[in-house]
């Protein structure tokens, strides 16, 4: 009996590793490979878990990166456009290689279109987060910067004409989602009760007053004159509204969280592209692009008068940084019109000169801290994240954590 149960048990021990009539080598390498395949699995399940939590932290804020660098072939490509009256800058833009240009232009698409797919993956695996981002009353402002890039590269590009059908068609795909994103945002503002705009309005939502304005300055570059009017027309008349709003809104604005601060630079940013959008559908700087200019300094000089506002902000970098950049670039291109225009004030082109290289050296600041700091760009305690996060939050929560964002 002892015999017959030893023969039992042996071949259950062997048969996994040897099996029969010379077979055994090819299930041991068998067995070996799925062993080390489930070995393999269980390494990648920690991998695949942080790219996706890499694709929840990641939101539609981080498109300020691409809106400063696109803001940034625009300012070069005005600065270098042959047709232009000699400025202040064009010995300096004279003496770079005109690849610099190009190469510039190319760095803000391929930075773009990398967004642009990291978004599409959360599309995919986290659309719950977008979801929530898009019924945000912060996260839906952001949902404008993708397509603000793509004009203001469209007006940027080197290889196109405005006058060629392909520049009409790339309008036409980039301007839409524009147009249905007004009617969502511009609809909830008067039309439901905890979309008022005197609930949710912050400083990011003038990137939906922005979004008007570059499609109509696109759109009068191509000759489009009532179709410039009409978006121009829409994005000045929420402008006000929102501005009016915003600033009886400020007595309660300490309790906005320090990270988001640098987003107030918004606030002239949509007057400096108002002018700008103006100057292309009259053809030139008149009297109301100055008005508009003006106040955008005016702003300007009222925020960079207070540094203690950004003090918080600056401790530790953060994507939230890349908000200082957009704002100067586009205050720089107002100047530049306006220094064209008046060419006989000597200040202009200093002002403008001044303007220009700040836009630039803070550009280039971004991007080294962006490059030398990748481990601070998906922060745990971002509060943009966290409020787009949780969406079951009640109004007044949120609204606490992220009233002026």
């Known amino acids: 009996m002892e015999t017959k149960a030893t023969d039992t048990l042996k071949p259950c021990v062997s048969l996994p590793l040897s099996g029969p009539a010379g077979k055994g080598d090819d299930d041991g390498s068998t067995l070996k490979a799925s062993v080390l395949a489930a070995a393999d699995k269980q390494q990648q399940a920690p991998q695949l878990a942080s790219r996706l939590g890499m694709l929840t932290r990641f939101h539609a804020g981080y498109f300020r990166i691409s809106l400063a660098l696109s803001g940034q072939a625009l300012l070069w490509r005005t600065l270098s456009d042959s047709s232009t009256e000699p400025s202040a800058l064009r010995p300096l833009v004279s003496s770079l290689p005109s690849a610099a240009f190009a190469l510039l232009w190319c760095l803000a698409l391929v930075t773009l279109v990398a967004l642009c797919l990291l978004y599409a993956a959360r599309c995919v695996f986290r659309f719950p987060a977008v979801r929530a981002e898009f019924r945000h009353h912060v996260g839906m402002n952001y949902l404008f910067a993708p397509w603000i890039s793509w004009l203001l590269l469209l007006q940027a590009t080197p290889f196109l004409r405005p006058e060629a059908p392909s520049y009409h068609l790339l309008w036409w795909a980039f301007s839409l989602p524009v147009l249905a994103l007004d009617i969502k945002v511009y609809g909830q503002w008067f039309t439901r009760g905890r979309k008022f705009l005197s609930m949710v309005a912050n400083p990011a939502s003038h990137m939906t007053v922005i979004a008007n304005l570059v499609t109509a300055r696109a759109a009068a570059r191509m000759g489009w004159h009532e179709g410039a009017v009409a978006m121009f027309a829409v994005g000045a008349a929420h402008y006000l509204v929102l501005f009016v709003t915003l600033y009886q809104r400020f007595l309660g604005s300490d309790s906005l969280p320090a990270m988001l601060r640098p987003v107030f630079f918004l606030f002239f940013a949509a007057p400096s592209m108002a002018s700008l959008a103006w100057c292309s559908i009259s053809t030139s700087f008149d009297t109301g692009c100055k008005m508009l200019f003006f106040l955008s300094l005016f702003l300007f000089a009222s925020l960079v008068s207070r540094p203690t506002l950004f003090k918080r902000a600056m401790r530790r970098f953060s994507v939230a940084w890349w908000a200082y950049s957009f704002p100067l670039t586009v205050l720089a291109l107002a100047a530049t019109e306006y220094a064209e225009e ?56 949120v609204r606490g954590r992220f009233s002026c964002c």
Request: proline share 7%; glycine share 6%.
């Open 342 to 397: 008046v060419r006989e004030a000597p200040g202009a082109n200093v002002l403008m000169l001044a303007l220009a290289v700040l836009s630039v050296v803070v550009t280039l600041a971004l991007m080294v801290f962006t490059a030398i700091r990748t481990g601070d760009l998906l922060p745990h305690d971002d509060p943009f994240f966290a409020g787009s996060t949780l969406p079951s939050r009640t109004l007044a929560n």
